[in-house]
């Protein structure tokens, strides 16, 4: 139980969901008066589907351009390139459509849009929660798409990697929150099945973290059991039949549960933190971080989340004599997810790398039970690997 704390409300608006992503787009760019929209889009979803051409089409004139360059964890040259080119296009409000990389984008690029933005050199001033230089506030507020379940848009940080370092780093301002996300099931349905999987386990993420967090709320703690619950049933019935329009809504809207924590600014532990670095540096996809990292990650943080692991299995429907870990490997091997560290290229001779960054992550310095030196991190790396 919660006996003191805080609970944070966020700078979002909205969140429309069960409408075609067209329309809902549309009375958005109706809303804030927007009359030049530019476009942060996935190249697939751009260039091997109609669903950016059909969003284009509601817009009419209004619509500024295109950039479909983002590359998998959202560099600083394509958030400058992309911040460059909706300038040149005098754009007034970006809509962002696709994945985490996308989104992760679209909550920046609009802050390095301004009078004087921040150069690639400069960002440096700008890392982290509590930065030397604070962004200025954006010029506009950003309504984004998501067409996987990732929900790292809801939330005001923007995970970007310096290439120099390649090194994942946390932006932030309170103001980099979408204004609304609008989740449309019939986009989902043409996420690849692995990806679709996979930003699944990244969304019960969110909400594993929050509910075993030292700072945690009554609130997020229900409202994220409820969504890892919503994630599960809807992802199991989306491997059962994957046309099932109403497997992808009840998914998304597990995704949206999950990530109600990491949307009023509950800190999340290690899972995010090795995540970061594994993506980061080892280029691991962020999709696979979760089914490789969690289950060790409960396994270890065990002796200071016992409470909270007995809700997580109840939410999981674990089965009888199921501890939470056990429960979460059963559910993502049925996903086809890879469950080990070798699956996904890290071997034995990187931990130490991986250790000596991640030991510096303010996720894992907040992680539920104490990790205090890279032996720790260490010994939650063999556990997976």
């Not at 679209?106 to 802050?111: E, G, H, L, Q, Y």
């Not at 594994?278 to 990650?297: A, K």
């Not at 429960?327 to 931990?351: C, I, W, Y």
Request: glycine share 8%; charged share 20%.
């Amino acid at each position: 139980m919660r006996l003191e704390g805080q609970h944070n409300f966020p700078e979002m608006e909205r969140v429309i969901y069960g409408k075609p992503a067209a329309q809902a787009v549309l009375a958005e760019v109706d809303l804030v008066g927007a009359k030049r929209v530019f476009f942060l889009a996935s190249r697939t979803l751009n260039t091997k589907t109609e669903e950016i051409e059909k969003i284009r089409k509601a817009l009419g004139d209004r619509y500024a351009g295109t950039y479909d360059g983002m590359p998998q964890h959202t560099t600083r040259k394509a958030c400058l390139d992309a911040a460059g080119k909706a300038r040149d296009a005098g754009a007034d409000l970006i809509v962002a459509i696709g994945g985490g990389s996308i989104m992760d984008a679209a909550k920046i690029v609009p802050m390095l849009m301004g009078d004087n933005p921040p150069t690639e050199a400069s960002l440096d001033d700008y890392v982290g929660i509590e930065p030397k230089i604070r962004f200025q506030p954006p010029p506009f507020r950003v309504v984004v798409v998501p067409s996987t379940l990732n929900a790292g848009e809801f939330n005001a940080a923007a995970l970007v990697t310096d290439e120099r370092t390649n090194l994942k780093q946390i932006f932030f301002h309170p103001l980099m929150m979408p204004v609304s996300v609008i989740m449309d099931p019939e986009l989902a349905m043409l996420t690849p099945t692995e990806l679709w999987f996979g930003s699944g386990t990244r969304a019960m993420d969110h909400g594993i973290e929050a509910l075993c967090s030292r700072n945690g709320t009554p609130l997020t703690d229900a409202v994220v059991l409820a969504g890892i619950r919503a994630l599960r049933d809807g992802m199991l019935a989306t491997l059962a039949d994957p046309t099932d329009l109403e497997a992808r809504r009840l998914s998304q809207h597990g995704a949206w549960l999950a990530a109600s924590g990491l949307q009023v600014r509950v800190m999340m532990g290690a899972s995010h933190g090795i995540g970061h670095v594994l993506g980061g540096t080892f280029n691991v996809p962020h999709y696979f971080c979760t089914s490789v990292m969690m289950p060790s990650i409960l396994r270890y943080n065990a002796p200071s989340t016992g409470e909270a692991q007995v809700r997580l299995a109840e939410a999981l429907r674990a089965e009888d004599g199921q501890d939470a870990p056990t429960a979460l490997r059963a559910l993502f091997d049925k996903f086809g997810l890879p469950s080990t560290l070798k699956q996904v290229g890290v071997e034995e001779a990187n931990f130490d790398k991986i250790a000596s960054i991640a030991i510096n992550h303010m996720f894992v310095k907040l992680n539920p039970h104490p990790i205090t030196n890279e032996a720790d991190v260490k010994t939650i790396l063999k556990l997976a690997a």
